[in-house]
């Protein structure tokens, strides 16, 4: 009888031993990993300062190669700057006076002219001591001297504007070259265009 009880109170320490053990040892620790929603990317991602960006029309200034051209420009030009070389203290500036054009086989002032010629009175205004030879020239159709006549007389139309603005006629002399000068080579109306006309040279005696 006594062993029983001994037994039994054995087995009851026993149980509770196994109880107090598991009751009392600390249970690992839930491991939960953390994942940003896709809502949080933006905000949790670092921030880095974009660079300046330039506009397409600021990059195209500052190009090279973006730079104004003569495109389009009025081929005798370039001649017309050649020809004028006037003395370096005199200040006359070729660029500033226009040359007018002529239709065909006309002296007549035409009207996109006349807006030219008032520019040039304006230039001769402004510059007081400098004096002007109109030359007259034409295209390559007809005789020389038929040209000859024909180019003085657009020479003569173009200085008659100019003293009836008000420019003195002692600064505006005239002379004819007729077909022998064309400012543009050719035999068409591209080429002809360009050579009827009344070309400024400049001079400040």
Not at 101 to 109: L, P, T
Not at 128 to 143: F, L, P, Q, V
Not at 159 to 173: E, M, P
Not at 185 to 193: F, I, M, N, P, V
Request: include cysteine; proline fraction near 6%.
């Amino acid at each position: 009888m006594r062993w029983m009880q001994r037994t039994w109170v054995g087995s009851t320490i026993t149980l509770a031993l196994v109880a107090l053990f598991l009751t009392g040892c600390p249970k690992r620790p839930e491991v939960v990993e953390s994942v940003p929603k896709p809502s949080e990317v933006g905000t949790l991602a670092p921030k880095v300062a974009a660079p300046e960006g330039k506009s397409p029309t600021e990059v195209a200034a500052e190009s090279p190669e973006a730079k104004p051209t003569e495109t389009g420009a009025v081929p005798e030009a370039k001649i017309a700057e050649a020809e004028v070389k006037p003395e370096a203290s005199s200040g006359v500036q070729a660029s500033e006076v226009k040359d007018i054009y002529f239709d065909f086989d006309r002296s007549a002032i035409r009207e996109d002219s006349k807006t030219l010629l008032n520019e040039n009175v304006e230039w001769f205004r402004k510059n007081s001591a400098a004096k002007a030879t109109i030359e007259g020239h034409c295209d390559e159709r007809g005789s020389s001297e038929y040209n000859l006549a024909l180019g003085e007389r657009r020479a003569r139309a173009a200085r008659d504007y100019l003293v009836a603005a008000g420019v003195a006629a002692s600064r505006i002399s005239t002379i004819s070259f007729g077909k022998e000068r064309p400012f543009v080579l050719g035999h068409d109306e591209s080429a002809w265009k360009w050579n009827r006309r009344a070309h400024f040279v400049l001079s400040a005696k």
